[in-house]
């Protein structure tokens, strides 16, 4: 696991050629996380974590690329759960694409 302090940081571990998955907390900045959405190119699936009061802005996360968004209070074992079917999601892809 890496941290990234910003968008920039992000699509530079994307661009490296490893597998991953991007966990973004909308509390962070809600135009660092929009920004993010734009840019990536999908290799990398995009979870979400966002306060419950930005609940309105689910869909049009979901519309930019947001493959989940979880609302807070975050519940530990399902965003574990949402990482490792995002993670199987990118493997199954790769060996699709490999054939």
Known sequence: MRAARNTADVLEQ??????GLVVANLD???????????????RWPVLVVAPSEASALEWSLRELGA???VFEPVNPSY????????????????SEIIR
């Open 14 to 19: 994307i661009g490296a050629g490893e597998k």
């Open 28 to 42: 962070v900045g809600h135009l660092e996380v929009l920004r993010l959405l734009e840019r990536t190119d999908r």
């Open 67 to 69: 493959l989940a968004v």
């Open 79 to 94: 965003l574990a759960a949402l990482c490792r079917r995002a993670l199987e999601g990118v493997a199954e892809t790769e």
